[in-house]
């Protein structure tokens, strides 16, 4: 009946006070972890150790750091306080005198006798207040870095006929147990490897081009969040747009890519995928980006695909999924050694089963050196690859031959 009592008083309470949101905080916002900048008289988050950075040269000692869940078990040491159990009908009324966090215990002095009790198992009620006064904490900025605060971006490419959508979107995290308010601050973009973290899947997809720019410089992207606030309750995440763009689809063809040898034979299947270009109209985030078909209102998901250079006018290349127009084989059909050097003779089939016109691809990488390559659509690509490009029309079939002189 207890632990029902506090669930029911605090849906009351929740719904008759309004949140207060304490005074906004500037912060770099990063990937993993931000560098915040505040007054030290309350930190929000639990400063990472060694990153406090006084704002000022001669400063009085900071003895007031401790700010995580137990902090207010911390502010309570040596006052008079009352502890319930959250669960059981058991209560204590003494002094707090010792909080011991790795063995997740805390001491209370009862009738003078001392009392060791599970720290997570009671509720704390103070009974004496703390000592405020300017003299027990002193109050100056303070930069520190802490991994309670972070953002993942959201990355999408939209396909809807010709056009793509770059769709960008930034989740905040705040892994604290305090309620802040974000103001004039920017998220910072800078990872050394690949991020492959990106879980956090949505119902829709916004788009917004209304947005101010990202920021290359010294090597670093960021985006300034400007003077709009965030107000962000405790444990919680929060999605704000980055810019979007929309550009059109320059080319579209299907890629086929595989790898012979001298002892090849027999019809070798070609698989293409569907190949997409187009360039970014706005500077972007690099990162992984999701693709999607738009049917309708419908986003029908593909591929997911990284990309390292997100520039504006920068060419891009995207492959989104198995092509379901065309197919298609290769065949040897002569050879003059299986050995080389050799003379080799190759034929590729391709059929178009759409009802429109398609540009195709095929890359034959070849265990060899080329020396002569001969075909209408046939060229060279490296020393030992080529690539047959071409269109083909509409619900028809298409042979191209083509002879190679390869040596060691």
């Not at 207010?72 to 005198?97: N, P």
């Not at 309670?148 to 971006?153: A, G, K």
């Not at 693709?291 to 989104?320: D, E, H, M, W």
């Not at 060279?380 to 269109?391: C, V």
Request: glycine letters at 4%.
């Amino acid at each position: 009946m207890k632990q029902s009592a506090y669930f029911c008083v605090g849906i009351l309470l929740s719904a008759v006070a309004p949140l207060t949101f304490a005074s906004p905080i500037n912060a770099v916002i990063g990937l993993d972890n931000s560098q915040i900048v505040e007054n030290s008289t309350q930190l929000s988050f639990q400063p990472n150790p060694g990153t406090l950075l006084p704002l000022q040269q001669n400063f009085p000692p900071i003895t007031h750091l401790q700010n995580n869940l137990d902090s207010q078990w911390f502010d309570e040491i040596g006052q008079k306080v009352r502890v319930e159990h959250k669960q059981r009908d058991l209560s204590y009324t003494g002094m707090l005198t010792r909080i011991e966090q790795d063995k997740r215990t805390f001491l209370i002095l009862i009738d003078e006798r001392p009392t060791t009790l599970p720290l997570d198992d009671f509720y704390l009620i103070p009974l004496e207040k703390v000592d405020s006064t300017p003299s027990a904490k002193t109050d100056l900025q303070v930069s520190y870095q802490t991994n309670q605060l972070s953002w993942t971006p959201q990355l999408s490419l939209i396909f809807e006929g010709n056009n793509v959508s770059v769709s960008q979107q930034a989740l905040l995290h705040n892994q604290s147990s305090e309620i802040i308010t974000l103001q004039d601050s920017l998220l910072h973009y800078a990872r050394n490897a690949p991020n492959r973290l990106f879980k956090v899947e949505r119902n829709a997809l916004a788009m917004s081009a209304d947005q101010a720019s990202m920021d290359y410089q010294d090597n670093e992207i960021s985006y300034p969040l400007g003077n709009k606030t965030i107000q962000m309750t405790p444990y919680s995440n929060a999605l704000i747009p980055l810019p979007s763009s929309t550009s059109k689809v320059e080319k579209q063809t299907h890629t086929a890519s595989l790898y012979t040898h001298e002892n090849s034979s027999g019809n070798i299947e070609l698989n293409f995928y569907n190949n997409l270009s187009f360039s970014f109209k706005n500077d972007g985030l690099p990162g992984e980006y999701r693709t999607f078909q738009k049917r309708g209102n419908l986003l029908i998901p593909s591929k997911t695909v990284f990309l390292n250079t997100v520039r504006a006018n920068y060419p891009i290349n995207v492959i989104t999924n198995k092509s379901q127009d065309i197919t298609g084989s290769l065949t040897l059909v002569s050879a003059s050694s299986q050995k080389l050097p050799a003379s080799q003779t190759w034929q590729a089939t391709i059929d178009n089963l759409s009802s429109k016109d398609q540009d195709y691809a095929i890359e034959q990488n070849i265990n060899g050196i080329i020396e002569i390559l001969e075909g209408d659509e046939a060229t060279t690509l490296t020393a030992n690859s080529l690539i047959i490009k071409g269109k083909i029309k509409a619900h028809s079939k298409k042979t191209v031959t083509y002879k190679i002189e390869l040596k060691n």
